[in-house]
């Protein structure tokens, strides 16, 4: 969610970018012509900014992050959900315009995340497949990719879930979604698709999780983690073997930003969490909305959490890696 003013959407054409290095900066006044070069800068972060030593975070192993600026465009932020690919490839949504945003991370020589490569701007479309021209039906928070290629996009304040074909064609199908009242800034943050093309998962902000099926309906799953007191719901990611990744999210401004982050095995019945991550102000903490799991060839997983900053200069967009062993 954010509280940034109405952007109009023009473009039609995908916008190029690429860099390396950053630090905190003036937002650009207004978004870039078509089809110019944008330079991305992206500095390391630590995991405790008191504590350059810190590594870990119970049974979770910090393995690198980064915080990601552009001094060149306004369209590079509010990224608002996160899916991995390949190890590397990563896609995001911004809430601010419905921006498609793409990339690929480097690694360092001991495999920790160090920056970006072959990055991408891209507009999502409207309905009849033309650009959007209102932030009603732009607020793009949920973003998953179903196992033949279409994607889906939660949107939110118009509420609604559109399925994108993989086909390229640039007229968006609606898909069904949870049928329960949302207010306009409560609306579906977290979008995971099943690996076995089941169907997907919808967590909507207050916290009722729902599991969906194309062409069918939804159905709430009870059992599943709540938001504890003062947490909303901000995004849903699932694990190799089926298992949901439920991210909570807390800002109070005397305290800042909170996050955990718990992962289910079996999460439609007979539900077991595997391992729970807590992260408070102490540690790199922001706006994180964006989950995604990335399987390591030993089986552990790599985890990835990306913040939305909210056009906002005293926020951060920060890609951040953890290493974990599931347990047996």
Known sequence: MIGAARRLLTWAAPILLAGCVSASVQLPPAPLAWGQAVPVE?????LDPADPTATAIGAFRYAGGIAITSTATSRLHGLSDLVVASGS?????SDDGADLFT?????DATGRLAGLAEVGLRPLTEADGGPFTAKSRSDAEGLSF?????????FEREHRIWRYPASGDPRPVPVPMPPVPMTSNDGMEGLAA??????????VEPGSIW?????VSCEPVEGLPVPPLGYRLSGLTTGPAGELVILHHSFIPAIGSRIILTVVRSPREGQTVLGRLAMGPSTTVDNFEGVAV???PNGDWRLYLLSDDNFNPSQRTLL???DWTPPK
């Open 42 to 46: 992206t500095a390391p972060v630590p």
């Open 89 to 93: 490839r990563i896609t995001s949504v």
């Open 103 to 107: 990339a690929t991370m480097t690694f």
């Open 146 to 154: 179903l196992s033949n290629g279409d994607m889906l996009v939660s």
């Open 194 to 203: 099943t690996a076995d093309g089941s169907g997907y998962w919808v967590g």
């Open 211 to 215: 599991f969906c099926r194309l062409e």
């Open 294 to 296: 990335a399987p390591r």
């Open 320 to 322: 951040l890696a953890f």
